[in-house]
């Protein structure tokens, strides 16, 4: 089924520790964006990626990196994970270049940083 | 500034019809998005409007007003599988989505 897949599905980290997102796009789109969503608040682009080779910073890109070393894929990284990182990720990728288009999303990943 | 503003709840009645309204600022505009989610699951689009006037989809419409930076969508002949979040986003001049912080809809039989 065409999509996208994000893992882990859920994870605990302790403070300080490197973690990576994986984020999976069979779709063959262009874009591709990180999203975190905390309770309260609307949903807040850390990265995102207009096609394979560039990378661009979102609202809160701070603590994070990404890369995009082919069309499919788009890891997240976190150097040193803090607690304000807990969160649910939510990857997302779009056709265009850059136009408006629907955004598709991943099941998301749900992070707790202790 | 950029803001998306939304109610953080609503409550409707199973049949009956729900209008969730959003209000919008942003840097250049191209279209106003509204997308479903239910708990624990990711967002899924619902509707894109970037002409004024209404645009029909089944039991679902979704308003835009540009001049009065404001949008609305309207939920007909609810269902208790309508009880999700809703979130307004409105594109900016980079075609990036600004999001309001969701909208919680809760049907009651």
């Known amino acids: 089924i065409a999509g996208i897949t994000q893992a882990p599905t859920s994870q605990i980290l302790a403070a300080g520790r490197r973690m990576t997102l994986r984020c999976t796009q069979d779709?063959?789109?262009?874009?591709m964006y990180w999203y975190r969503q905390d309770l309260g608040l609307g949903l807040r682009l850390i990265h995102y990626s207009n096609t394979a080779g560039t990378t661009g910073k979102g609202e809160v890109p701070d603590g994070y990196s990404v890369s995009r070393a082919n069309t499919d894929d788009f890891p997240l990284t976190l150097a040193s994970a803090v607690p304000s990182q807990t969160s649910v990720y939510f990857c997302a990728s779009s056709d265009s270049l850059a136009g408006p288009d629907t955004q598709y999303f991943g099941p998301g990943t749900r992070l707790t940083v202790l | 500034g950029q803001n998306i503003d939304q109610p953080t709840e609503m409550t409707a009645t199973e049949g009956a019809i729900v209008q969730i309204n959003c209000t919008y600022q942003?840097?250049?505009?191209?279209?106003l998005f509204w997308y479903q989610q239910h708990a624990g699951e990711a967002p899924t689009f619902l509707s894109y409007?970037?002409l004024d006037g209404l645009e029909e989809k089944g039991r679902f419409s979704s308003f835009l007003s540009r001049s009065k930076g404001y949008s609305y969508l309207l939920l007909k002949e609810l269902q208790m599988k309508d009880s999700a979040s809703y979130l307004c986003?409105?594109?900016?001049?980079?075609?990036?989505?600004?999001w309001g912080a969701g909208t919680k809809l809760i049907i009651k039989p």
């Open positions: 986003a409105g594109m900016d001049s980079n075609y990036q989505l600004i």
């Open positions: 779709m063959r789109h262009n874009a």
């Open positions: 942003t840097s250049g505009f191209n279209g």
């Open positions: 409007n970037v």
